[in-house]
């Protein structure tokens, strides 16, 4: 008979190889301290010389334990999991441990059974979201300990770690109720799911404690097939806000709204929740509540490690829950007055919280943000939005699908010493667009309201590397006029920190991108455009008309340059939106400490006006 293989070593050749018991081998195996020291080394050398390795699982029945730990989780595709098994990986691999994942596939009925069996399996267990009812629950848990449950609390004598999802879903309601919703949707999880049913109570006390707060509650699930299908029902339910169970339900929805035309967050704000890795790439990027998802999982296996040997019933704290407001929540969407409907009164600035708002009788005309939201690559900025008629037509956009670093009205150009203050791909010379980490921030200072109808900001311009550039003196003013009412923009620059050549990408060589300036974004429609110099885009390309009118259906916007006219910049077909341009075909260059005056002036109409009416509108502005 031939040599035994390598791989079939048992442990009896190693005792016979040594003259010892198999009784002897196994202890030594096991670092056990009652084996002479000569004899060890007598095993030792016998077992290298035959290449033995001690079998893992005879080793774990011999010790009573594994080394390894079983986890449950009702979904693996959820990335919200993904994340939590990722902190439970990375820590218990310090300690030695590996770990078994389960699925339950949101199946309640057969989570039991899966509980136990990888129980079994394993030394302790960790149960993520459970949808076992609480009955069935505190009869399976005294069959699985040591066991810890996450994102449930279970019974006094069961660790867990808990995140406050009725926290979560107030901060998000508290969130749109600050920006004027009323009427929201809220799309519910999974029914056996316990962070559901923290949702729907904090959802039953934010109604009972914020005045003229109707909530519509619609069944749906956790995944971007169900957002996407409940978009029907959404829209039916007139909401003008929409609570996400998750931010999977939030991507499938705005995937579907985006296919039948429904503007986010123009038309309906959405909001998720988790805050996975995902929803900053959504389009737009979505308003969540930020879950510490592997803090998670590391605090679990925190307190699973410390119940193997001394269980204790004390649940572990949580980071605390925020939000991470970003494009895909807004105002609340003002209804068009009739036409006969005209209000009295003033026009005034008013400051709520971190926003300006000017009103009148009509209701909200202008909001001011600052630009605090805005990603790094659409070069952060204040900007005007929503700019309402007085009979609540909109005449802004923000963030655009074509155009993602629109944002309303603003003070965007190209290239300030090279860095770009208008967002999005720069053009390079010899290249075309290229993305470029050259984006700049224009950051308030400070806000003052005079008279109630005109804002002051004091701004600074910085680059990408956060260099002072410019220093600004911003004035809105806004006043009724002409059966409308007008707003006023005046902006002084001064070169404080050194000289400032201003470029546009016509002086970088493509030939009509003379883009950057006082910025006006207006929503995507037919378009009629009218100037001094007569009808249509092409009369109005270039010009040094005075003034220049678009007409979108019943609606004018006129705008009207005051002092050194400036070439039109303007679009109408892939986008509407127009600027007197500061660099058309030469940059612009200012000597340190030298200033730049900027001024439009704009008058927002409910109807709609022929060149020869805009022209003497032009003339009373």
Known sequence: MGRTPKDSITIADVARAAEVSRATVSRVMN??????????????AAADRLNYRPSDLARSLSLGRTDMVALVVPDLGN?????????????????????????????????????????????????????????RLRELLPQVQPVILVNRQGPPEVSSVVVDYGRGVRIVVDHLVGLGHRRLAFLSGPAASASNALRLQALEVAEREIPGLDLVRLECGRSIEDGYAAVERV???????????????AFGLLARLNEVGVAVPADLSVTGMDDIGLARFAV????????????????????????????????DDVPELRLAVRA???????????????????????????????ESDAGLLARYEFGRRMPQVHAPRPYLHPVRTLGGHPLTEVSPVDHRHHYGVSLAVAQVNGTSHWGGRTYVRGQGPALLTNHGQQRSRGVTIEDGRTLNDDITWYDEQGRPQLVERRRLTGDLASG?????????????????RIESPATNGRA??????????LPSAETTVLTDHGEGLDAAFGSTSPWLAFVQGDVTLL?????????????????????????????????????????????????????????????QL
Request: glycine residues 8%.
């Open 284 to 315: 737009p990027s979505l308003t969540t509540v930020r879950v510490p998802q592997k803090d998670l999982g590391e605090l679990a296996w925190q307190r699973l490690h410390a119940s193997i040997g001394a269980p204790s019933g004390v649940a």
């Open 512 to 521: 009509g991108a003379a883009y950057g300036g006082l910025f006006w974004r």
């Open 559 to 619: 705008l009207m340059q005051h002092d050194d006219v400036r070439p039109w910049f303007l679009r109408t077909g892939e986008y509407v939106g127009a600027c007197p341009a500061l660099a058309w075909d030469e940059p612009l260059v200012l000597q340190p400490n030298q200033e730049l005056q900027l001024s439009l002036t704009a008058l927002l109409l409910d109807r709609a006006v022929d060149a020869a009416e805009a022209k003497t509108l032009a003339g």
């Open 79 to 135: 990335p919200l999991f993904q994340q939590i098994l990722r902190g439970i990986t990375n820590a218990s691999a310090a300690a030695g441990y590996q770990v078994l994942v389960a699925e339950t596939d949101e199946d309640p009925s057969a989570e039991a059974a899966i509980a136990i069996e990888a129980r079994r399996r394993c030394d302790a267990l960790i149960m993520v979201s459970p949808r076992l009812d609480e009955e």
């Open 31 to 44: 670092g056990r301290l009652s084996v002479a020291p000569e004899i060890v080394a007598r095993v030792r």
């Open 328 to 358: 895909s929540t807004g105002p609340v969407p003002q209804e068009p007055r009739l036409q006969g409907e005209r209000p009295a009164g003033q026009v005034g600035w008013q400051q709520q919280g971190d926003i300006c708002a000017l």
């Open 484 to 500: 409308g009412w007008r707003l006023d923009w005046r902006s002084v620059l001064t070169a404080r920190y050194g000289s400032i």
């Open 235 to 249: 829209l039916e339910s007139q909401a003008t806000a929409v609570v996400a169970f998750n931010d999977l339900v």
